[in-house]
């Protein structure tokens, strides 16, 4: 293949970050008590990429049979964004990430695509000084899938073109359904099917040869 665009996912890809979002909804449901903190725990760590405010509405409405309101959702967000946004600026990057998109910079359009707020993930690539690697930086409300195919159309790539960077099912689902290329980034909380292409960290040599980089 000859790839022209990387995508990335961020906590878990660019930022060594899960761990602070599994902290903060932990804080935010703790007054729930144990149960809930454990369920909100385990379907946040199987569903990473997903909107904080899609799950703040699911953990509701199944552990807690409530229906939140706009006024509510925003108010949970906001309290979310207030626990991790400076932790996730303070958290390290994956293994040798900050070279691999700067050095692509040069080669490959690059862009981020996470399911944080996009003016959330704009200010926190702006702080960690990774900004001026990606083309463009997206967050939600857009879905991975409307991301990717955005940038299919915007920049005219097609999907044999393009690899996605992840580190959860939910996205390696968004890169099969938009027909591109996946590469998983392990760690102690994921799985994915067999035969998935997957490295550790960016300081992988077969990345080299799946990419054709010199």
Known sequence: MNYKALIYDFDGVICDSVDVKTEAF????????PDVVKNVKEYHIKNGGISRFKKFKYFHLNYLGLKLSNNQLISLGNTFSNLVKKKVIE????????????????TFLQFICTGTPENEILEIAKKKNISTYFNEIYGSPKSKEEIISLIKKKYNLSSDEIVFFGDAMTDYNSSKKCNVSFIGVENNLNSFPKNTFLINDFLDDSLKKILKIN
């Open 26 to 33: 932990a804080q935010i449901y703790k007054k729930y008590g």
């Open 91 to 106: 958290s390290p990057f994956i293994n040798g990430v900050q070279d691999f998109i700067s050095i692509n910079s040069r």
